[in-house]
């Protein structure tokens, strides 16, 4: 009958400038669905170069190595008899555009830029990439290169669509799904049945829900067929890319991919019925458009063939949706085994204090090792390659999680005089239970070392404040301590394996949350300076709820005691052997506070006023407004005067919205006027005349 097709979208792991590595991924995939039966194959956002290659994306060679791997793909008989829908920057008239490139047969359908920029948050698309106007279709003149394969002098270029013998197929770019004013919507109105959408779109806690409604949504009120296609893993930045390709129709998804894998190529394939998309529409009473129809590229092609009555369709799936702690446990794993596997790096080396921060980035690392041994057990030679370079040795084979661990992370407690025996405790027990590599290491001779030369300099001996010391001596001989700690790190991390008699050296892992950022709670160049963070973007509250996932999932008792204790820096002498510093008292707010503050700046747009505005709302069961003011303004002093930190913040895996991660996500400056004295003058303004009115208020009641 013709009537049902097979259609394509994937998952690829591509790289930054990786282009042959991305070449080879791309045919991977265009080979799997060709091998189900696909006649259409889908690929994420400027697979060919990598989505992450930012300012490379101005340089001439970049767009010339795209071409040079465009023609390699229309070369290859792999894409024969197929619709290939790749992503490359492509210039035209001097523009330079964020393009899909569709081809068949070593013809060049069409090239369709992309719309709608992202310009928010992470995204900086109009650094590099010019805006599409809606409907506009010119001649694109190709290359040489491209003519001699191709036969083709011009093609389409714009925003059009294709029309096979059976069918419409319209393109949709990442960030036009997510706006007010998705092409999907005018191309329904206009007969397009099938919609896809390449996307290099980024994992954030609890983001997935989003996205899968947004597919829902775009064909539960058009009808039609969406293919979704995205990104995975680190492209060679901050930014974990989660994959999840998918497949839906009239309102239900039909077909889904992981959200978090280690596989490098994932292809999901569905077959569909479009006769279900024109019923759909017609009882719907769909009508068509008043505006300017798509200009329609015809294709001597279908994608459904006439003996289809027996090919079964794909039926509606109940999507898969992970919890907060599942996607702390799998996210940032997955990005650390990128980061491994493509620094040539032997491994991690983490101090761990035995906190929460700390013994989060730990659960972190065994959980990647879980996935690792579980791709390996699954027959991922990939992984298993990657993981026999990482240690050195070709014959190896991981079986167990601690045996992996054992092999590729190193824990360090460093110990000073001021740290207490049930952190050391807490700290040993966690590393037995995961299978790291575990050493204590005691700082005191090298914080005595440097304090000598000190007072050998200065004939000045500072004390802390316990000991009759002032402030600042009490600051300096804390940041002292920490910043040893940070040294030794990276010694140990350079030469620990040699000392053991094995090849490479190790990446430093820093452990401060997103809340500690945000205030800058932690000494600049302390043990919190890493080579990369996979908590930095994570608030406290998530990170305690995460390890209490991690007793059950992973059977790691020792992380009961590590959150029962309060949150410590150890940094200031014991009384009576107990420790008398706790970061809350320290910092002078809780953590759950900081973590609204953070949403309200960020997601909210809040300077000090509007947020006291708010807070007074939010807290008053528990704080006066006066007490609300007093930590308004206390959150914008401390942010303020610490604010230059985020400019040498460890590099962290991106997972909460409100992370303050300087000229990256966060575009702020870090030099203030930490008075703030307009901004507090208004507070107290409102604070005086809320107490004025209470009394009125009472003697009228």
Same mark, same amino acid.
């Given at each position: 009958?013709?009537?049902?097709?097979?259609?394509?979208?994937?998952?690829?792991?591509?790289?930054?400038?990786?282009?042959?590595?991305?070449?080879?991924?791309?045919?991977?995939?265009?080979?799997?669905?060709?091998?189900?039966?696909?006649?259409?194959?889908?690929?994420?956002?400027?697979?060919?170069?990598?989505?992450?290659?930012?300012?490379?994306?101005?340089?001439?060679?970049?767009?010339?190595?795209?071409?040079?791997?465009?023609?390699?793909?229309?070369?290859?008989?792999?894409?024969?008899?197929?619709?290939?829908?790749?992503?490359?920057?492509?210039?035209?008239?001097?523009?330079?555009?964020?393009?899909?490139?569709?081809?068949?047969?070593?013809?060049?359908?069409?090239?369709?830029?992309?719309?709608?920029?992202?310009?928010?948050?992470?995204?900086?698309? +109009?650094?590099?990439?010019?805006?599409?106007?809606?409907?506009?279709?010119?001649?694109?003149?190709?290359?040489?290169?491209?003519?001699?394969?191709?036969?083709?002098?011009?093609?389409?270029?714009?925003?059009?669509?294709?029309?096979?013998?059976?069918?419409?197929?319209?393109?949709?770019?990442?960030?036009?799904?997510?706006?007010?004013?998705?092409?999907?919507?005018? +191309?329904?109105?206009?007969?397009?049945?099938?919609?896809?959408?390449?996307?290099?779109?980024?994992?954030?806690?609890?983001?997935?829900?989003?996205?899968?409604?947004?597919?829902?949504?775009?064909?539960?009120?058009?009808?039609?067929?969406?293919?979704?296609?995205?990104?995975?893993?680190?492209?060679?930045?901050?930014?974990?890319?989660?994959?999840?390709?998918?497949?839906?129709?009239?309102?239900?998804?039909?077909?889904?991919?992981?959200?978090?894998?280690?596989?490098?190529?994932?292809?999901?394939?569905?077959?569909?019925?479009?006769?279900?998309?024109?019923?759909?529409?017609?009882?719907?009473?769909?009508?068509?458009?008043?505006?300017?129809?798509?200009?329609?590229?015809?294709?001597?092609?279908?994608?459904?063939?006439?003996?289809?009555?027996?090919?079964?369709?794909?039926?509606?799936?109940?999507?898969?949706?992970?919890?907060?702690?599942?996607?702390?446990?799998?996210?940032?794993?997955?990005?650390?085994?990128?980061?491994?596997?493509?620094?040539?790096?032997?491994?991690?080396?983490?101090?761990?204090?035995?906190?929460?921060?700390?013994?989060?980035?730990?659960?972190?690392?065994?959980?990647?090792?879980?996935?690792?041994?579980?791709?390996?057990?699954?027959?991922?030679?990939?992984?298993?390659?990657?993981?026999?370079?990482?240690?050195?040795?070709?014959?190896?084979?991981?079986?167990?999680?601690?045996?992996?661990?054992?092999?590729?992370?190193?824990?360090?407690?460093?110990?000073?005089?001021?740290?207490?025996?049930?952190?050391?405790?807490?700290?040993?027990?966690?590393?037995?239970?995961?299978?790291?590599?575990?050493?204590?290491?005691?700082?005191?001779?090298?914080?005595?070392?440097?304090?000598?030369?000190?007072?050998?300099?200065?004939?000045?001996?500072?004390?802390?404040?316990?000991?009759?010391?002032?402030?600042?001596?009490?600051?300096?001989?804390?940041?002292?301590?920490?910043?040893?700690?940070?040294?030794?790190?990276?010694?140990?991390?350079?030469?620990?394996?040699?000392?053991?008699?094995?090849?490479?050296?190790?990446?430093?892992?820093?452990?401060?949350?997103?809340?500690?950022?945000?205030?800058?709670?932690?000494?600049?160049?302390?043990?919190?300076?890493?080579?990369?963070?996979?908590?930095?973007?994570?608030?406290?509250?998530?990170?305690?709820?995460?390890?209490?996932?991690?007793?059950?999932?992973?059977?790691?008792?020792?992380?009961?005691?590590?959150?029962?204790?309060?949150?410590?820096?150890?940094?200031?002498?014991?009384?009576?052997?107990?420790?008398?510093?706790?970061?809350?008292?320290?910092?002078?707010?809780?953590?759950?506070?900081?973590?609204?503050?953070?949403?309200?700046?960020?997601?909210?747009?809040?300077?000090?006023?509007?947020?006291?505005?708010?807070?007074?709302?939010?807290?008053?069961?528990?704080?006066?407004?006066?007490?609300?003011?007093?930590?308004?303004?206390?959150?914008?002093?401390?942010?303020?005067?610490?604010?230059?930190?985020?400019?040498?913040?460890?590099?962290?895996?991106?997972?909460?919205?409100?992370?303050?991660?300087?000229?990256?996500?966060?575009?702020?400056?870090?030099?203030?006027?930490?008075?703030?004295?307009?901004?507090?003058?208004?507070?107290?303004?409102?604070?005086?005349?809320?107490?004025?009115?209470?009394?009125?208020?009472?003697?009228?009641?």
């Amino acid at each position: 009958m013709g009537r049902k097709v097979t259609l394509a979208t994937c998952s690829l792991d591509q790289w930054a400038l990786d282009f042959d590595g991305n070449l080879l991924r791309i045919l991977h995939s265009i080979k799997l669905a060709k091998s189900r039966g696909a006649k259409y194959r889908l690929g994420p956002e400027l697979d060919i170069c990598g989505y992450g290659c930012a300012d490379h994306f101005h340089e001439s060679d970049t767009q010339l190595h795209c071409f040079e791997v465009l023609q390699k793909l229309l070369e290859s008989p792999e894409t024969q008899d197929i619709i290939c829908d790749v992503g490359m920057p492509v210039m035209h008239h001097n523009v330079r555009y964020n393009c899909r490139v569709l081809f068949l047969n070593k013809k060049i359908l069409l090239i369709r830029p992309k719309v709608v920029m992202a310009q928010s948050g992470n995204y900086r698309e +109009m650094r590099w990439f010019s805006p599409w106007k809606e409907r506009r279709v010119d001649e694109y003149f190709l290359p040489r290169m491209i003519q001699q394969v191709t036969g083709q002098v011009t093609v389409p270029f714009g925003d059009c669509v294709l029309s096979t013998n059976d069918t419409c197929i319209g393109t949709e770019m990442c960030e036009e799904l997510w706006n007010s004013h998705s092409p999907h919507i005018s +191309m329904s109105l206009d007969g397009i049945e099938i919609f896809t959408n390449s996307s290099a779109s980024h994992h954030a806690l609890r983001k997935a829900d989003d996205r899968i409604n947004l597919l829902k949504s775009a064909t539960i009120k058009c009808g039609g067929i969406y293919l979704y296609s995205n990104q995975r893993g680190c492209d060679g930045d901050r930014l974990y890319y989660d994959g999840c390709p998918m497949v839906a129709i009239n309102g239900e998804v039909v077909a889904q991919g992981a959200q978090f894998s280690l596989d490098d190529v994932e292809v999901v394939t569905a077959t569909l019925d479009l006769e279900d998309v024109r019923s759909y529409r017609g009882a719907m009473h769909h009508t068509s458009q008043d505006s300017e129809p798509y200009h329609r590229v015809r294709v001597d092609f279908a994608l459904s063939s006439h003996d289809d009555i027996i090919i079964p369709t794909h039926e509606p799936i109940t999507c898969h949706h992970y919890s907060a702690e599942e996607e702390i446990s799998l996210g940032p794993a997955c990005w650390l085994w990128d980061y491994l596997r493509r620094s040539g790096q032997g491994g991690f080396l983490l101090p761990l204090s035995g906190g929460v921060d700390s013994s989060s980035t730990a659960c972190i690392v065994y959980s990647m090792c879980v996935l690792v041994c579980r791709a390996v057990q699954d027959g991922d030679q990939q992984v298993l390659k990657d993981v026999r370079r990482i240690v050195g040795d070709e014959s190896y084979y991981p079986q167990e999680p601690n045996e992996l661990c054992a092999h590729i992370f190193t824990t360090c407690y460093m110990a000073s005089e001021n740290s207490s025996e049930e952190t050391r405790n807490r700290a040993k027990d966690l590393a037995a239970q995961i299978g790291s590599y575990h050493l204590n290491i005691n700082i005191d001779a090298a914080v005595t070392g440097i304090l000598g030369i000190f007072s050998l300099v200065t004939k000045s001996s500072p004390r802390f404040t316990v000991n009759g010391g002032s402030r600042r001596e009490n600051l300096a001989l804390q940041n002292l301590q920490a910043r040893v700690r940070m040294v030794l790190a990276y010694l140990f991390a350079q030469l620990s394996l040699w000392s053991r008699g094995r090849p490479g050296g190790l990446l430093v892992l820093g452990s401060a949350n997103v809340d500690e950022s945000l205030t800058g709670y932690f000494t600049k160049y302390d043990c919190s300076s890493a080579d990369i963070n996979p908590i930095g973007g994570i608030s406290k509250t998530d990170l305690k709820s995460f390890l209490q996932y991690c007793v059950g999932r992973f059977q790691l008792s020792a992380l009961s005691g590590i959150l029962a204790a309060p949150p410590t820096a150890e940094l200031e002498p014991l009384k009576d052997g107990q420790v008398a510093q706790t970061d809350e008292a320290d910092m002078g707010i809780t953590y759950s506070e900081l973590s609204v503050i953070g949403r309200l700046r960020k997601i909210y747009k809040c300077g000090p006023y509007s947020m006291f505005c708010k807070l007074i709302h939010l807290w008053r069961d528990v704080l006066s407004v006066a007490e609300v003011g007093q930590k308004v303004k206390h959150f914008f002093r401390m942010y303020s005067v610490n604010r230059h930190k985020m400019t040498t913040v460890t590099p962290s895996y991106h997972a909460e919205s409100y992370s303050p991660d300087d000229n990256r996500f966060d575009l702020r400056p870090f030099l203030y006027n930490a008075s703030w004295s307009w901004q507090f003058r208004s507070i107290d303004r409102e604070i005086s005349g809320i107490s004025a009115s209470k009394p009125e208020q009472e003697a009228a009641s």
